[in-house]
């Protein structure tokens, strides 16, 4: 259910920017569907998912990731590390990272 709901509001958020619907893409990262409190950390298959996503289909200009660091359970926290340390490895540095401050 909480993922129904986050995904709604990031939807509405980006809609706000006049960001179409069918171009917003949630990732999914797999450490996140650990269904615990805590989450498990992200692993080579989460890195994958990032990569492929930044290589293969989108290649974006900008980046926008969750940036409100203290949300209870760090996933914001762990999902931008993830990000920087995969944008790190493909030397985007030409790409713009925009943080957000999520809903906590």
Not at 53 to 59: E, G, M, R
Request: glycine share 6%.
């Amino acid at each position: 259910m909480k993922k129904l709901i986050r995904r709604a509001e990031a939807s509405l958020a980006v809609e706000c920017l006049g960001v179409k619907r069918e171009n917003i893409i949630s990732l999914d990262l797999p450490f996140y569907e650990t269904g615990r409190s805590k989450k498990f950390p992200p692993g080579e298959h989460d890195y994958a998912v990032i990569r492929d996503y930044l290589t293969n289909l989108a290649n974006p200009q900008y980046v926008y990731a969750a940036g409100d660091l203290t949300d209870p359970h760090g996933t914001h926290r762990v999902c931008l590390e993830a990000l920087l340390k995969v944008l790190d490895e493909l030397d985007f540095n030409s790409h713009r990272v925009f943080l957000y401050r999520g809903a906590w």
